[in-house]
């Protein structure tokens, strides 16, 4: 079964940084294209970065790009977002996806392209 658990979220001044977690179980992680996607407070999930297999591909929304690094490491089965300058507009919880892909080099943006899901995590900027 798959899990994905986010962690590192809390409450941030704006200007601040901190970075996220998204640790894989009982998946092979290599073999799954990952992603990190938000949802503003009474607004839709909306794709933030993504990550493909081999490390060698990225995406990022362009409300992120510059600020915001994701990054992957396979042998601990984690995934990461590094966020820098982060502005009030960033408050919202955070979501990691993973999907099962033969493709090492595809990544993806859209949530119906993921099929696992985390619980989630809250980052609040204050302003």
């Known amino acids: 079964q798959v899990q994905l658990v986010e962690s590192g979220g809390g409450l941030v001044q704006a200007g601040g ?14 073999n799954y294209v990952m992603g990190w996607f938000r949802q503003p407070p009474g607004k839709e999930r909306e794709f933030v970065a993504g990550i493909s297999r081999n490390v060698g591909g990225t995406s990022y929304a362009d409300s992120v790009k510059g600020r915001f690094t994701i990054s992957r ?8 977002l590094r966020m820098n300058t982060l502005k009030p507009e960033d408050t919202a919880v955070y979501y990691c996806a993973a999907r099962l892909t033969v493709d090492l080099w595809s990544v993806l943006t859209t949530p119906n392209g993921y099929r696992y899901w985390g619980q989630g995590t809250q980052v609040t900027v204050s302003s």
């Open 73 to 80: 490491d396979n042998a601990k089965n984690t995934m990461y």
């Open 17 to 30: 940084s901190t970075r996220l977690s998204c640790t894989a179980s009982g998946v092979t992680f290599s």
